[in-house]
């Protein structure tokens, strides 16, 4: 049984940094790429970033490159995701999921399966 794990959330000034961890079992990662999204109070759930099987070409949305860093440690079946300069938009649960195996990081791409999340808070 697939099973993703976030953790790191915390309450943050605007400014700070913070990195989200996820952690996953029942599976060998390395067969997957993987992704982190967010969901702030009334919108949508929006992709944020993703990285391949081979830690290659990390995809980010607009909203986060440039500040955000994803990456990976297959044989930890462990992804990161390094969020610095943060800002109050950033505010949202924070998941990781992952789509079908051997399944690159695109646009479209439906994702499987998915954490509880792990709320990250920017607030002064």
């Known amino acids: 049984q697939l099973q993703l794990e976030e953790s790191g959330g915390d309450l943050v000034q605007p400014g700070e940094s913070l990195r989200l961890s996820c952690i996953v079992s029942g599976f060998h990662l390395k067969y997957y790429a993987i992704g982190w999204f967010r969901q702030a109070p009334g919108k949508e759930r929006e992709g944020v970033a993703c990285?391949?099987?081979?830690?290659?070409?990390?995809l980010y949305s607009d909203s986060v490159k440039g500040r955000f860093t994803i990456s990976r440690d297959s044989g930890k079946n462990m992804v990161y995701l390094q969020m610095d300069r943060l800002e109050f938009e950033d505010t949202a649960v924070y998941y990781c999921a992952v789509p079908p195996p051997f399944t690159p990081c695109s646009p479209g791409v439906a994702y499987n399966d998915w954490g509880q999340g792990t709320q990250v808070t920017v607030s002064s």
């Open positions: 990285i391949g099987r081979y830690n290659d070409q990390p």
